[in-house]
């Protein structure tokens, strides 16, 4: 979808950007992608392993799993 883009145009723009590898992999869980989904929370935790980003990466890695 528009948003699934949107966030991996930010992503490619800006690999470091937590915020948008995390709403990419949201994305990804609701167009069933779950592969593509933990790609993305695997990087959020990897950019930033002590964030509340990655705690909630967690959470869903746990779900979806």
């Known amino acids: 979808g528009e948003a699934v883009e949107a966030y991996r145009k930010a992503v490619e723009t800006s690999p470091g950007y937590v915020d948008a590898h995390f709403n990419l992999g949201v994305a990804l ?3 069933k992608d779950r592969a593509g989904a933990m790609e993305e929370f695997k990087k959020v935790i990897e950019i930033a ?17």
């Open 29 to 31: 869980v609701k167009q």
């Open 49 to 65: 392993p002590e964030s509340d980003k990655a705690r909630s990466a967690k959470e869903y890695i746990d779900l979806i799993k």
